[in-house]
């Protein structure tokens, strides 16, 4: 039987993603284990305890990744293990990230490497942590020591992961360990200096490493007003958008602020990012007024529940267009984190089917897609929505932390091993969607 097959580049990165302090476990000296500790902060009254046991033991989940067939693992640092006092370095933490980085090396998977994903050192919080302008000049401090010590590992850097989301849920929604003073002053403030810290980390790393890539993984919606909306809803879909997914890209693209985010030039930013980092996960749709403090709500009409009380609307042709709205800088773009959370795998399947259908026409169209890293290797603690939500293409229980495989898991990995998607593919994982993801029929032979 003949099978539509759409092939990727052959250097194509396929790759999976994580964050420290949601699989290494015991990560005690910053914000988030604190905030963990507080009741009523975290979905279920979860922490994230042992997390994955990477801390212990990530060398496991990496043979996993090998066995699955990728090539490429996105993971961040602790800056609170590397520097648990202000200007006092642990050099046993540094060299078990050493140890990590070989580790991923030696199985051939090429590390691409977070230096801030949500967590902040207790220190820093006390100090003002992003809202105070002095965090520039810590973050420097930090960035030098990793591009020292480590800085021979790392070919792909992400300063900041998703850094308006970030923003948002501290400053604004408490969703996050929020700081004494908050609000979109502050929020600002912050915007400001985590692009200032962003600046002078891409220009270190780039002098001592100039053949290092060095980008932001940026989180992506598209932005669609309220079914039924009307002309104030479209206008402040308009408005969403430019805030939360152009101006840091600009921001970063010119070396300007501009409203909403901020006003004025700052010092050497322009032409700061060698690619684009696209995290993409689900649509956004918006009512104007917006309720409460969120910018956006996440249900969509076609929105599906998965996992919690958590909607999430799955629109994989929002991943074309939000590449082709990116074309804009003319550098490669790697989807750094895609994911959705469903701990039946019912849904997952098809979600990588058809999110990857995309990414290949995109690349069809000679858009430079470099890598594909899929939200997440093994489920982890998920924020403040702790182990309600599971991400894993491989399930892991945190109690027993015994992982096991999920179907996606396996598609995953014949993905990454042919390098390609294919009706085959489709018909054993995901058989409901041939009709619409592969309508052609299969030509009858004519017999004698
Ligand atoms: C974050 C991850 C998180 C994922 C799924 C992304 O926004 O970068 O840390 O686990 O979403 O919720």
Same mark, same amino acid.
């Given at each position: 039987?003949?099978?539509?097959?759409?092939?990727?580049?052959?250097?194509?990165?396929?790759?999976?993603?994580?964050?420290?302090?949601?699989?290494?476990?015991?990560?005690?000296? =910053?914000?988030?284990?604190?905030?963990?500790?507080?009741?009523?902060?975290?979905?279920?009254?979860?922490?994230?305890?042992?997390?994955?046991?990477?801390?212990?033991?990530?060398?496991?989940?990496?043979?996993?990744?090998?066995?699955?067939?990728?090539?490429?693992?996105?993971?961040?640092?602790?800056?609170?293990?590397?520097?648990?006092?202000?200007?006092?370095?642990?050099?046993?933490?540094?060299?078990?990230?050493?140890?990590?980085?070989?580790?991923?090396?030696?199985?051939?998977?090429?590390?691409?490497?977070?230096?801030?994903?949500?967590?902040? +050192?207790?220190?820093?919080?006390?100090?003002?942590?992003?809202?105070?302008?002095?965090?520039?000049?810590?973050?420097?401090?930090?960035?030098?020591?990793?591009?020292?010590?480590?800085?021979?590992?790392?070919?792909?850097?992400?300063?900041f992961n998703e850094p308006l989301v970030y923003v948002l849920a501290?400053?604004l929604?408490?969703?996050? +360990?929020?700081?004494?003073?908050?609000?979109?002053?502050?929020g600002?403030?912050?915007i400001?200096?985590m692009l200032?810290?962003?600046?002078?980390?891409?220009?270190?790393?780039?002098?001592?490493?100039?053949?290092?890539?060095?980008g932001v993984a940026k989180h992506f919606r598209a932005i669609i007003p309220?079914?039924?909306?009307?002309?104030?809803d479209a206008w402040w879909a308009g408005r969403v958008a430019r805030l939360f997914n152009d101006s840091w890209m600009e921001s970063m693209a010119s070396?300007r602020l501009r409203w909403p985010v901020g006003?004025?030039?700052?010092?050497?930013?322009?032409?700061?990012f060698?690619f684009v980092g696209i995290n993409y996960y689900s649509r956004a749709h918006v009512?104007?007024?917006p309720?409460? =403090?969120r910018l956006y709500e996440e249900?969509g009409?076609?929105?599906?529940?998965?996992?919690?009380?958590?909607?999430?609307g799955?629109y +994989?042709g929002d991943l074309f267009t939000i590449i082709q709205s990116n074309m804009r800088h003319?550098k490669?773009i790697y989807i750094t984190e895609n994911?959705?959370?469903?701990?039946?795998?019912?849904?997952?399947?098809?979600?990588?089917?058809?999110?990857?259908?995309e990414?290949?026409?995109a690349?069809?169209? =000679?858009? +430079?897609?470099?890598?594909?890293?899929?939200?997440?290797?093994?489920?982890?603690?998920?924020?403040?929505?702790?182990?309600?939500?599971?991400?894993?293409?491989?399930?892991?229980?945190?109690?027993?932390?015994?992982?096991?495989?999920?179907?996606?898991?396996?598609?995953?990995?014949?993905?990454?091993?042919?390098?390609?998607?294919?009706?085959?593919?489709?018909?054993?994982?995901?058989?409901?969607?041939?009709?619409?993801?592969?309508?052609?029929?299969?030509?009858?032979?004519?017999?004698?």
């Amino acid at each position: 039987m003949a099978d539509a097959t759409m092939f990727f580049p052959a250097d194509f990165l396929w790759g999976t993603a994580t964050s420290s302090h949601q699989v290494e476990g015991h990560n005690v000296n =910053n914000d988030w284990w604190q905030w963990e500790q507080e009741e009523g902060h975290i979905l279920d009254g979860g922490d994230s305890r042992v997390a994955c046991d990477w801390w212990e033991n990530a060398e496991a989940d990496f043979d996993r990744a090998k066995e699955m067939g990728t090539n490429a693992h996105r993971m961040s640092l602790e800056w609170s293990r590397i520097e648990p006092e202000p200007g006092a370095f642990d050099s046993v933490a540094i060299e078990r990230y050493r140890e990590m980085l070989q580790g991923l090396h030696d199985r051939e998977i090429e590390p691409m490497v977070t230096l801030h994903h949500f967590t902040n +050192p207790l220190w820093l919080v006390e100090k003002g942590d992003f809202s105070t302008d002095l965090v520039v000049d810590y973050f420097q401090r930090y960035t030098d020591k990793v591009v020292a010590e480590l800085g021979d590992l790392i070919p792909k850097w992400v300063t900041f992961n998703e850094p308006l989301v970030y923003v948002l849920a501290r400053y604004l929604q408490h969703a996050f +360990p929020a700081p004494e003073t908050r609000g979109w002053l502050e929020g600002r403030r912050a915007i400001g200096n985590m692009l200032r810290s962003h600046a002078a980390a891409y220009h270190t790393i780039k002098e001592s490493y100039p053949n290092a890539l060095v980008g932001v993984a940026k989180h992506f919606r598209a932005i669609i007003p309220r079914k039924d909306g009307n002309w104030l809803d479209a206008w402040w879909a308009g408005r969403v958008a430019r805030l939360f997914n152009d101006s840091w890209m600009e921001s970063m693209a010119s070396g300007r602020l501009r409203w909403p985010v901020g006003r004025g030039i700052i010092k050497d930013l322009a032409h700061t990012f060698d690619f684009v980092g696209i995290n993409y996960y689900s649509r956004a749709h918006v009512r104007f007024p917006p309720r409460g =403090n969120r910018l956006y709500e996440e249900q969509g009409p076609n929105g599906v529940m998965i996992d919690g009380d958590q909607p999430s609307g799955s629109y +994989p042709g929002d991943l074309f267009t939000i590449i082709q709205s990116n074309m804009r800088h003319g550098k490669p773009i790697y989807i750094t984190e895609n994911g959705l959370p469903d701990a039946t795998d019912n849904l997952r399947p098809a979600y990588i089917l058809t999110h990857l259908r995309e990414l290949w026409r995109a690349i069809s169209f =000679n858009y +430079p897609i470099m890598g594909y890293y899929h939200w997440s290797l093994v489920d982890n603690f998920e924020w403040e929505r702790g182990w309600t939500q599971r991400f894993g293409l491989i399930e892991m229980d945190p109690q027993t932390q015994e992982r096991r495989w999920r179907s996606s898991g396996r598609l995953f990995s014949e993905i990454c091993k042919s390098n390609s998607v294919s009706s085959d593919m489709a018909r054993r994982y995901a058989p409901q969607l041939l009709e619409t993801m592969f309508p052609g029929k299969t030509p009858v032979k004519n017999v004698d």
